[in-house]
């Protein structure tokens, strides 16, 4: 049962993460026929679309104050970057330099580790909860 929830998280946060690239990618062709994007700029926008999306997806997969976050975001991280290069070779029909893959896909890792441990350790904001002070008696 553990390891079904888990791996429904991980996907759940793959199609967060993808959702998140495809309004991104949007947003992005919106500014460059509006704007003269240099090619540098827009690599830039790219990674940071790429770690954004990564973000969410381990947001929506661990969850404020959810359990396992470094390893369940550096799936969700790893897995997403895997899926976009394999679709980049596919409809590119050629390979990219296994040195790119390898930095693109530790990227994914790391980003993904580091976010699920940072949401992981973030508290849910509960409504209607109120904290009850305990008063310590010596």
């Known amino acids: 049962e553990g390891r079904k929830a888990t791996a429904l998280s991980i996907v759940k946060g793959l199609l967060v993460s993808i959702l998140v690239t495809l309004l991104g990618m949007a947003l992005l062709a919106g500014i460059v026929i509006m704007t003269e994007v240099s090619d540098a700029a827009l690599l830039a926008l790219n990674q940071v679309l790429k770690v954004l999306a990564i973000f969410f997806g381990v947001v929506a997969a ?7 976050g470094f390893l ?11 899926l976009g290069y394999a679709l980049y070779c596919i409809l590119d029909r050629q390979l990219a330099s296994p040195v790119l893959l390898a930095s693109e896909f530790a990227l ?3 980003v993904g580790a ?8 973030l508290k849910p904001m509960g409504r209607g ?3 009850v ?3 310590a008696s010596c």
Request: net charge positive; no cysteine; hydrophobic share 50%.
């Open 62 to 68: 661990v969850g404020l104050g959810g359990r396992r």
């Open 72 to 82: 369940m975001g550096a799936a969700v991280g790893l897995l997403y970057m895997v």
């Open 108 to 110: 994914g890792a790391v």
């Open 114 to 121: 580091l976010s699920g441990a940072v949401v992981a350790n």
């Open 129 to 131: 909860k109120r904290r």
């Open 133 to 135: 002070k305990v008063k």
